[in-house]
C-alpha cells in the first residue's frame, strides 16, 4: 500500500503504513542548523510511536547536535529526521529538545534496543534528544 504525507499532513494523523515503516530497522538522518544557518545532517537512531509521544534518539550530550539543540533556545530547535528504503521515505519535522533525566534516558535506550536489535553500549553521558513532531512527511 503506498501512503503518501504532504507538508500539511498533521503530526497525529499518519496511517498504519508509514507507522510500520518506522517500527522496521532503518538508518535515519537527523538535520539540525548550525549558528550560521547551514544545514548540519547526520546518521542517527530514531524511534517513534505517536501514542507514546515524541520521536526519540539517545546521543553523548557533547555532539554537535546536541550544541544545535540546545543553542536554540527554550522553544527548541526545528529539526527534520528521515529515513529511506528505495522508492519509500518517511520524514519526521518537528522541535527538538535535550533531555537528561535517567528515565528518560533509559526509555530511550529500550526502545532504540527494540527497534535496532542490539542494547546500546554504555554511555555515562548519554542524553536523548527528543522531538515533538509536527509534520509528517513520506511515502510508503
Avoid at 7 to 18: Q, R
Avoid at 37 to 53: I, L, Q, R
Amino acid at each position: 500500500m503506498t501512503s503518501l504525507h504532504l507538508d500539511s499532513a498533521p503530526a497525529g494523523d499518519p496511517d498504519a503504513s508509514y507507522l510500520a515503516f518506522w517500527r522496521e530497522r532503518h538508518l535515519c538522518t537527523l538535520t539540525t542548523v548550525r549558528p550560521d544557518g547551514s544545514p548540519h545532517v547526520v546518521p542517527v537512531g530514531v524511534t517513534y510511536d505517536p501514542e507514546a509521544g515524541p520521536a526519540r534518539m539517545i546521543t553523548s550530550r557533547d555532539s554537535a547536535k546536541v550544541r544545535h539543540t540546545r543553542a536554540a533556545g527554550p522553544d527548541g530547535a526545528r529539526v527534520a529526521v528521515c529515513q529511506v528504503d528505495g522508492r519509500r521515505w518517511a520524514t519526521l519535522e518537528g522541535r527538538a529538545f535535550v533531555r537528561t533525566d535517567p528515565e528518560r534516558v533509559a526509555d530511550a535506550e529500550r526502545r532504540y534496543a527494540e527497534r535496532y536489535q542490539r542494547v546500546p553500549s554504555p554511555n555515562p553521558s548519554r542524553v536523548v534528544i527528543e522531538i515533538t513532531v509536527t509534520n509528517t512527511l513520506g511515502r510508503t
